[in-house]
C-alpha cells in the first residue's frame, strides 16, 4: 500500500492530510491501515478521557489505581510509538528528545 503523508495534532486527536495553520504537532508517513490503527487509538483515548473525567469527581479513587488513567496512559504511548515508527526525522527526534518512550523498545 502507498504511504501517504499526514499530520497528527495530538492535543485534539486530529490527524489530517494537511497542517491546518501550522498546529500539527508531527509529521508521519501511513497507508491507510496504519491511519485507521492510529485513529483507533486516538479514539480510544477520547472514550478513556470521558471516563477519567467522571473519576476525577469521586475522591476516594486514586490516580494510580483508576483503570480509565491506565488505558488513557497505555494508549497515549502507544500514539508516541506508532507516530516515532511512521514519524519523518524530525517527528521522531522529536519523540526521543521527549524522552517519553525510554521505557518501550523502539
Known sequence: MTKQKYYVDLA??????????G??????????????QLRSILNTMDEENFTTFW????????????TANYNY?????????????L?????KEHIQTMGILNNRPL
Open 12 to 21: 485534539s486527536h486530529e490527524i489530517s492530510e494537511e497542517n491546518y495553520q
Open 23 to 36: 498546529t500539527a504537532n508531527f509529521c508521519i508517513y501511513a497507508d491507510d491501515e496504519e491511519i485507521e
Open 55 to 66: 473519576r476525577a469527581h469521586v475522591p476516594f479513587v486514586e490516580y494510580h489505581n483508576d
Open 73 to 85: 496512559d497505555q494508549n497515549l504511548m502507544g500514539a508516541f510509538q506508532m507516530m516515532h515508527d
Open 87 to 91: 514519524g519523518d526525522d524530525e517527528t
